[in-house]
Structures are given as structure tokens and as C-alpha cells.
């Protein structure tokens, strides 16, 4: 049995915050058409307009408020959340190019919505998973480098028994746990931390899980924790 645990020093920091979890069991994330995708996440480009109210980048909410939320814990220089990294993109014209399936599918639910989501293979995590501050040891390697880098000692990181899986909360993954053509069985997850969007947040969770068996075949089951549920039975 594997858990995900949001352990307290994570609720010291943010108490508000809701993790939505969508488990995703036996589905098929090969590429089968490379453009298949494509439609989808222009489609979630051309709504991101609704984001850019204020002239200064970083004073849209939807950015503000993670870049506030970045400064409760210890971050890598120019660390930022994964939504202004997708958001800051598209902002500069920059198109959000297809991955694989479920990436390309989170990406566009990420965009729509303007929340971070991400996800992880299952099968590669060793022992439960946590979201919590490091100790600052965990082993860490990050697409497109072989050295590990650690997060920071009391960095807000998920992290299982073989090292940190996402550093900076969000910010960047480890290659170790990405999702690949091969993932069959899939942890995705959106995060909030502005309470006001409680029903964008739910309706971002419902509509990855519909597109994700609806493309992808397979289940897939939501769950949302928060500081009174804070875990949940992966696998």
C-alpha cells in the first residue's frame, strides 16, 4: 500500500491550501497521433486572455498569488510556480508544444483554469509520497541533467523514499517519477491556494478526469485534501 501525506509542516505554512488528487488506473498514454493534442492546447491558450487584467505581468492574481505563496519557504533564485511558467509562455507568444498524452492534457486544463497541475507515475514512486518541507539531502535529478541537486532545507518539496520528485512545491520535476508513454497508472494533482476559487478549482479537477478516461480509457477517481484530510490510499 502507498499513501500520499500532506504532513503538517506543509499546513503551518499554508492552512487553507486544497491538493486535488486524481488517481488514474490502467490507461494508455502512448502516442498514437502527434497532433492529436495540439487543437486542445490552443484552444486553452486562446482563454488565458481572461488571466492578463493588470499591464505588469506579475500582478495578475492568478500569478501574485503564487509568487506570494513562494515566499513562505525557501526557493531556488527565479524558482516560480508551474502556471506563470505556462502562462509567462503564452504571454511572450511562445506556443505550449505536445509532450505526450496526459501531459498535454494537464497542460491545457492548467492553462484553462489558471492552477497548477502535474503529475507523476505511480509505479516509479518508492514507498509513500509527501508533500513537506526537506531536509535538504534528498536526492534530486531534473530533465536534461545527470547531477543531482538537492532541494534546500526547508524547501517545500513532494518527495518519496528515494528523494524529492517535484522541488519548489511545484516549480520543476524529477525525471525519475515524469510521466512517459509508458505511465499505465497515474497521480495527477492541482493545487489552490487562493480560497475565492474553490468552484474553478473543482471544476479544473472534474474536467481533467473526464478527459483523461474519455482519451485515455482506463478510471479515474478524485479525491481533495485539505488540512482536516490530509491523506489518502494511493495504490
Known sequence: MKKFIIENEFWELFPTAKIGIIVANDIDNTIKDEAKYAPMLAAAEKETDKFFT?????????????????????????????????????????????INPLVDIYNSISLKYGMPCGGEDIETFAGDVRLTKAIGDEDFITLGSEESAPPYEGEIVYKDDKGAICRCWNWRESVRTMLTENTKHAFLCIELVDETRTEDFEAALNELSGLVTENLGGTAKISILDINHNELVIV
Not at 59 to 86: C, D, H, M, Q, Y
Open 54 to 98: 493588470e499591464g505588469d505581468f506579475s500582478k495578475n492574481p492568478v500569478i501574485k498569488v503564487w509568487r506570494e505563496a513562494f515566499t513562505k519557504f525557501k526557493t531556488k533564485k527565479g524558482a516560480r510556480s508551474s502556471i506563470e511558467a505556462l502562462l509567462k509562455r503564452v504571454y511572450n507568444e511562445n506556443h505550449i508544444g505536445t
